[in-house]
């Protein structure tokens, strides 16, 4: 048999599916038509396929269609709409038709789309509509009364019919109980007996309405009503329990049914009751009354003379006490049932009569009441021994023939031969299968032929069928057939035609082929499932060859199924097992034998050699005898968040290293400040011999380089504060050129390749220029033998969020080299401080630390390529800035170097800086107020507030306040005071939208004298 390929198979699933599907191009023509759309069409496939929807309906609908369809093209998104549409035949049906966008194989557009025919639905609506309205009609128009009462006993509803039978009108009763609407009945007219007829109206609703509610049971009762004008009526109510969705009783409903005929009528049958007693007596058969306690309470001559007893010694006898036991139990139980409504008013029994002659007989039973609202049963027996004698004989004959027709397991029937113009017959004869599969008894089955229970879309094929049939005497078909119900019930059919009672028939054995159609679907839907599953889906045999590989599988492997059948998974391990990896598979495999799931991880090669992690979770599959014939793994892609484990853990890391770098850098740039002003103070005031110059120059220049240290410190904890602007980073690169050319030597050439388009970034320039010549540095390291340095930049488009990449528009700034490379194992750990592979003396280790923290600070991420022996590519990604206005602080001309005579509140926690900047602060004439907190300084602001010009303070201090909450608080007791901040590291920087921002006058710590006069004396002028 050849191989069905999965275009094929496709194929065939959509003309299995019962609902019309379509495909068409942006010409609105139709490419591809499924069995179901065609037959809806009423039009064959060639009549459809390539046809432009003009073609195949009227203008309108078509132009509907077509704009539909253009929706789709348009917006790329799901269209459901109702439509109405014309078959070929001019039937017009109602439809909802989903339609979505897809490509085809050269990738343009179509419109893929389901329609579902709801006409049917539509009139069933329709049809539900009129019902409730014709449910209202009629219980207004019935002859009789309605009415409804809440839980309280308050009428909620009369029909028509109720309120003109009692003289009432809505009004009158409506929101009344019985009392309160009969209390208006009455007056000083109203005569006694119907003033007392009225209140025992009123009692007995009352109390019937309570006997309800209490046990949910339904009344029924006569009631008797007199009017004013004296006439008298009877009527019976049927009183029942009203219920809500949960089941519980909310109120009562009754129906109240006129029998003032039926009462006159009983009046007379009373009259003319010895005339029918002379009647009963008359008759043959016996005849007798009992009451539902089993006592005869009438019998005529017949029932007497059968009995051989006389009426008066049987009247008042139970059925006990004139049959034996088990006789008499019998007929008691089957009267109980008959009573009860659950038997119906026949039986047949076996008696023996007064001489001991045994009788087969047949009683006729009816129920009825008598004046005093007993119930009673009339019985009239009919001797039937000759007859039953015959039918005994006759129906063994007919259950050895129905034993034999009814123990196939099959559906057999059979019917008259066809008629001239080739018309079956109707069914002479069904077994018991047939009337149980199609769900009509035998007798309704005899009453019909074979075309009312062939499906519709069969019937066309009939004739070559008939007609085979008719020529060879047998044939083999499959057909549908339809139940009672409206069941649709595929089946395989064998027709014979055979000779009974001298007369040509049809008889026909079919097998019903559901349950071998709903396996085959089922396999078809469990093929679909694997075949589009988001996971792996993997089938070995017992040894673990790979049998099946799903569609996932080859998507992420890049391995076919020709490539990996027979072969066993570990192939795709990435390495030689460690011991770990050997103890892992040795579980696997003692886990599934034992025929329990195994979970687990592995990382395994892609045939692209790339690595990746996968959840695993494999189970064996058994047969019946529960012998493991198969293994199945179900596995997930989870590289991405292996990935995403591993930088939040790295992330957490270097957070511990920057809180650690930054707390070290504050401390350190306080006592830097302390020591630069210090040697500038004593150079500036004291006259130094040659040494002694020398020895402050070493001091200045080691406090100097320890300041460099420590802004490393800080730019690696994203803790320096950042001044940004509005910059090219072309410009930016260009400009470092030649720098970076006399840096690296003359054995390494420098390459620049400049993005087109502009390169824009909201960057502090100094920052990105640290960036480029610390990874210059690291290049030029790397390559102690000479090579090839190459700075790229390049502006790109992020779609997805992969890893540490974020959607948006970006600036890329490559810096790759030829030298060494950095192995896997040392690449995890390059931007951690102070980790270094450098000998001792060459590096500090904060280089790539303080890259990591400028980009992070500057809201991008780097990605390292890197290959041992073929260098390192380091791809730094920077948001583009989009918008034309720079930001960032404003940069002032330097002012001069002078003192002045303002007030200043001089705010700082370490005592030699503030000590300091007050020696310098005085020395030049300002008069100095100072705290060492942000509470002292608002003691001091207490006293001196209107005197103070310029407040400035440190950023971080203790307790509660920092700066710049104090300077905040302050401009509102003084909006005209001068601010100006300072501090070695402030997180207050990181923000874009802090206030800190706004400043224009902030001083890093450590500073020297003369910056701090520069930007007190710029703040206040």
Request: glycine residues 8%; negative net charge; hydrophobic residues 35%.
């Amino acid at each position: 048999m050849q191989a069905t390929s999965f275009q094929d198979i496709l194929i065939q699933i959509i003309n299995t599916v019962a609902d019309p599907i379509f495909v068409m191009d942006r010409q609105h023509r139709v490419l591809l038509a499924n069995d179901a759309c065609c037959q809806f069409n009423q039009r064959r496939r060639e009549e459809v396929v390539g046809k432009n929807v003009r073609d195949l309906f009227p203008r309108d609908e078509a132009d509907i269609m077509r704009a539909n369809d253009e929706k789709v093209f348009l917006t790329g998104q799901e269209n459901v709409n109702e439509e109405k549409v014309t078959d070929a035949r001019g039937t017009v049906h109602t439809v909802i038709v989903k339609k979505n966008l897809c490509r085809g194989d050269a990738g343009e557009l179509l419109v893929v789309g389901v329609l579902r025919d709801i006409t049917e639905q539509k009139r069933t609506e329709a049809a539900l509509q009129e019902s409730e309205m014709q449910y209202h009609s009629l219980v207004q128009d019935l002859p009789c009364g309605v009415f409804r009462k809440d839980a309280a006993g308050r009428y909620i509803f009369a029909n028509d019919h109720f309120l003109q039978r009692n003289g009432l009108t809505a009004d009158e009763i409506l929101g009344k109980t019985p009392h309160e609407y009969l209390a208006t009945r009455l007056d000083v007219r109203t005569s006694e007996s119907m003033r007392q007829q009225r209140t025992h109206l009123g009692i007995q609703g009352h109390d019937n309405h309570q006997e309800i509610m209490g046990t949910g049971k339904t009344i029924i009762l006569d009631e008797v009503l007199t009017f004013p004008d004296g006439t008298t009526k009877y009527f019976q109510a049927v009183k029942s329990p009203v219920r809500d969705a949960a089941g519980r009783i909310i109120g009562t409903q009754g129906v109240q049914f006129d029998i003032t005929e039926r009462k006159q009528a009983e009046q007379a049958v009373a009259r003319a009751r010895d005339f029918l007693n002379k009647i009963i007596n008359a008759v043959a058969d016996p005849i007798f009354v009992k009451d539902r306690r089993h006592r005869y309470v009438l019998l005529n001559e017949a029932a007497c003379q059968f009995s051989g007893h006389k009426a008066a010694d049987m009247i008042g006898k139970t059925t006990h006490d004139l049959f034996p036991p088990e006789l008499a139990k019998i007929i008691c139980a089957h009267d109980e049932k008959f009573f009860e409504g659950r038997q119906d008013g026949t039986s047949e029994l076996t008696l023996a009569d007064g001489l001991g002659a045994i009788h087969h007989t047949i009683t006729n039973m009816s129920r009825f009441q008598d004046e005093h609202g007993q119930e009673l049963m009339v019985g009239v027996v009919r001797d039937i021994t000759q007859r039953e004698q015959a039918k005994t004989a006759l129906r063994q004959s007919e259950d050895r023939y129905r034993a034999l027709f009814n123990h196939t397991q099959s559906a057999v029937l059979l019917n008259a031969s066809p008629d001239s113009e080739g018309r079956p017959g109707k069914f002479i004869e069904v077994n018991d299968v047939a009337c149980r599969r199609l769900g009509y008894t035998r007798e309704e089955m005899l009453q019909l032929t074979p075309l009312a229970i062939i499906a519709p879309e069969i019937l066309p094929k009939m004739p070559p069928i008939l007609a085979k049939l008719k020529s060879a005497g047998h044939v083999v078909w499959e057909g549908l057939d339809v139940a009672k119900d409206g069941r649709r019930i595929p089946v395989e059919i064998h027709s014979h035609m055979i000779e009974l009672n001298g007369q040509p028939v049809v008889m026909s054995e079919t097998r019903d082929l559901t349950d071998w159609k709903q396996s085959e679907e089922q396999l078809r839907k469990l093929s679909r499932a694997m075949e589009q599953s988001p996971v792996s889906i993997v089938i070995t045999n017992p040894k673990g060859n790979i049998e099946y590989v799903n569609p996932k599988f080859i998507n992420v492997t890049g391995y076919t199924l020709a490539e990996v059948a027979g072969k066993n998974p570990r192939f795709l391990k990435s390495s030689n097992p460690t011991v770990d990896q050997v103890k892992q598979y040795k579980q696997l495999w003692a886990t599934i034998l034992s025929g329990n799931e195994w979970h687990g991880e592995f990382q395994n090669r892609k045939k692209n050699g790339e690595l990746f992690w996968e959840s695993a979770s494999i189970s064996p599959i058994t047969d019946p005898d529960g012998k493991i014939t198969h293994f199945l793994a179900v596995k997930e892609d989870i590289t991405s968040q292996k990935l995403l484990e591993a930088e939040f853990r790295q992330a957490q890391k270097m957070e511990a290293f920057g809180r650690l770098a930054a707390g070290v850098a504050h401390d350190f740039n306080n006592m830097l400040t302390a020591i630069l002003c210090s040697t500038q103070i004593f150079e500036i005031g004291n006259p130094l011999d040659e040494y002694q110059l020398g020895a402050l120059a070493e001091i200045t220049e080691a406090a100097n380089r320890a300041a460099s240290l420590t802004r490393q410190l800080l730019m690696f904890s994203r803790r320096q504060a950042i001044q940004l602007k509005v910059l090219e980073v072309n410009d930016v690169t260009d400009g470092m050129s030649k720098m970076l050319r006399r840096l690296i030597g003359e054995n390494i050439s420098l390459k620049t390749r400049y993005g087109t388009g502009g390169t824009p970034v909201f960057a502090d320039p100094n920052m990105l220029e640290q960036v480029l010549l610390n990874l210059s540095v690291n290049s030029r390291d790397a390559m102690p033998k000479g090579g090839e340095l190459t700075i790229c930049t390049e502006a790109v488009t992020i779609t997805e969020a992969t890893g540490r990449r974020k959607p948006g528009r970006f600036i890329r700034l490559s810096v790759s080299d030829t030298g060494s490379g950095i192995s896997a194992q040392n690449l995890e750990h390059i931007f951690e401080p102070f980790f270094t592979t450098k000998e001792v003396g060459k590096g500090t280790g904060l280089g790539l630390a303080t890259v990591f923290g400028i980009v992070e600070q500057h809201k991008g991420w780097i990605e390292v390529e890197s290959e041992i022996g073929r260098g390192t590519t380091f791809h730094i990604f920077l948001p583009r800035h989009e918008a034309t206005a720079e930001t960032g602080f404003i940069q002032r001309s330097k002012p001069r170097e002078r003192g002045g005579k303002e007030v200043i509140l001089l705010v700082e926690d370490e005592l030699s800086v503030r000590t300091l900047a007050r020696n310098i602060l005085t020395r030049h004439g300002y008069q100095v107020y100072e705290a060492g907190s942000g509470q002292a300084a608002l003691d001091v602001w207490q006293q001196h507030g209107p005197q103070i010009d310029l407040l400035f303070t440190d950023m971080v201090m203790p307790g509660q306040m920092t700066g710049l909450e104090l300077g905040q608080q302050l401009l509102k007791d003084k909006p005209g005071l001068k601010l100006v901040y300072t501090s070695g590291y402030t997180d207050e920087m990181l923000d874009e939208g802090s206030e800190l921002l706004k400043s224009s006058y902030f001083l890093n710590k450590p500073y020297s004298p003369e910056l701090l006069l520069r930007m007190l004396r710029t703040a206040l002028d």
